[in-house]
C-alpha cells in the first residue's frame, strides 16, 4: 500500500485498514493521522521483509522418554485484539434481561457526534434520551405508551426497568432540541419480556370432556351396557370404597351408609398435583427418583396423584458432565375434612 493510494482513500477506509492492521486508537484520530500511522506501519512491514531471520529452528521431534530442557521450548506469544470503542455506526439494540428488565446498547458514528456537538456546543452537554415504548400486546401503537430515560453521551448501554412482564418493547434513540422537541436518530428491535408466572394457556392434553369423564368413572366401577344408572352408582360407591381402604384412591367420604335407593345424588371427588419447572436443555431430571423428559428449552410439567397425607417431592437436576446438581424438595400435605 503506497503513500499516494492512502491519501486517496477516505476517512472509513482508512478506518477498516486500520483496524485490520490492529492499530490502536484509531477511533481517535483523523485522517492526517491515521495516514501517518499506517505508512509507519508499511515501513516497518518492509524492513522486517529485508532483516535477515533470526528465526529459531524447529524443534525436533522428541522419541518417548527424551528429556526437553525449558530452554529448547520456544515461548508462545499470543497476540491481543482490541476492543473498538466505536464501529462508527449509528444504531441501537435492544436485550431482555428478565421478565420485568431490558438491556440497550448503541453506538453513533463521527458526523452524529460533530453535529450535535456543534449544535449543543460540546458533546458532554447533548441531552441524549432512550424513548422506550410499551406495545403491550402487539395492539397498540408504538407513539400511544412510553416513558422517557436520559443518558450520559459518555456511556453506550442502560438497564431499563419496564415493570411489565409478557409485554412488547421497542426504544429510539435520540435528543431533546433546546425547544423540547425529542428527535430519534435509530429505533430498535422489539422484544417481548417473558411471563412472571405460569401460563394462563391450560394444555389440551390434560382436558377430558364431560362425557368422557362420567364414560372413565362407569368402566373404574365396572358397569356393564344393560346396568341402569341407579345400578352403577351404585357399583361406583361400592368399587371406591374398597379403593380407599387400600390406598389406592385419594380420600373420598363415601355416602353409602346415607344413600337412599330412589335418589340419583351423587359425588366423587379426587385431586391432583402438577409440578412443574426448567433446567438446562442438556441436563437430566429426576422426580422422587423417577427420569423426567425434558422439553427442547429445559421446562417440565409433570402431573402426580395427591392421595391423604404428606408427600415428599424430591425434584433433582444433574448436569450433562455429572459435575453439577441441585436438589429441591417441596412437602404437600392434603388433609380431607
Known amino acids: 500500500m503506497s503513500p499516494e493510494n492512502l491519501v486517496r482513500m477516505s476517512k472509513e477506509e ?29 515501513s516497518e512491514e ?7 531471520s533470526n528465526q529459531a529452528h524447529p524443534t525436533p521431534y522428541m522419541a518417548p522418554g527424551e528429556m526437553v530442557t525449558a530452554e529448547e521450548i520456544s515461548p508462545v506469544v ?3 485484539w482490541e476492543v473498538p470503542f ?18 440497550s446498547y448503541w453506538d453513533f458514528n463521527s458526523e452524529v457526534v460533530n453535529r450535535l456537538s456543534r449544535i449543543f456546543g460540546a458533546w ?35 438497564y431499563i426497568n419496564t415493570n411489565q412482564s409478557n409485554h412488547r418493547f421497542q426504544v429510539d434513540l435520540g435528543y431533546f432540541t433546546p425547544s423540547g422537541q425529542f428527535i430519534s436518530l435509530a429505533r430498535s428491535n422489539i422484544v417481548t419480556t417473558p411471563r412472571d408466572g405460569i401460563s394462563e394457556i391450560i394444555d389440551e392434553e390434560w382436558m377430558v370432556v364431560e362425557e368422557d369423564f362420567r364414560r372413565l368413572y362407569r368402566l373404574a366401577a365396572g358397569a356393564g351396557l344393560g346396568e341402569s344408572s341407579l345400578e352403577m352408582m351404585e357399583s361406583l360407591i361400592r368399587r371406591l370404597e374398597k379403593e380407599v381402604g387400600s390406598g389406592a384412591v385419594s380420600s373420598i367420604s363415601s355416602p353409602a351408609r ?4 330412589k335418589r340419583h345424588f351423587w359425588l366423587v371427588l379426587d385431586t391432583k398435583l402438577i409440578v412443574y419447572g426448567a433446567t438446562e436443555p442438556d441436563a437430566s ?35 450433562k458432565d455429572g459435575i453439577d446438581s441441585i436438589t429441591i424438595t417441596p412437602q404437600v400435605t392434603k388433609e380431607t375434612h
Open 14 to 42: 482508512l478506518l477498516k485498514l486500520a483496524r485490520k492492521k490492529n492499530i490502536p486508537n484509531r477511533s481517535r484520530m483523523n485522517k492526517a493521522d491515521l495516514i501517518k500511522n499506517l505508512n509507519n506501519l508499511v
Open 46 to 52: 518492509k524492513n522486517k521483509m529485508t532483516e535477515p
Open 78 to 80: 499470543e497476540e491481543g
Open 86 to 103: 466505536s464501529y462508527n455506526e449509528t444504531l441501537v439494540v435492544l436485550m431482555v434481561r428478565d421478565p420485568y428488565w431490558l438491556y
Open 124 to 158: 458532554d452537554k447533548v441531552p441524549l434520551n432512550l424513548r422506550v415504548y410499551d406495545l403491550g400486546n402487539g395492539e397498540g401503537q408504538p407513539e400511544q405508551n412510553f416513558f422517557d430515560v436520559s443518558v450520559n453521551p459518555h456511556i453506550k448501554n442502560w
Open 258 to 261: 346415607h344413600f337412599e335407593e
Open 285 to 319: 431430571l429426576k422426580i422422587q427418583g423417577e427420569p423426567v423428559k425434558l422439553r427442547p428449552d429445559g421446562s417440565f410439567t409433570l402431573r402426580m396423584a395427591l392421595p391423604e397425607g404428606t408427600q415428599v417431592i424430591p425434584v433433582t437436576a444433574t448436569s
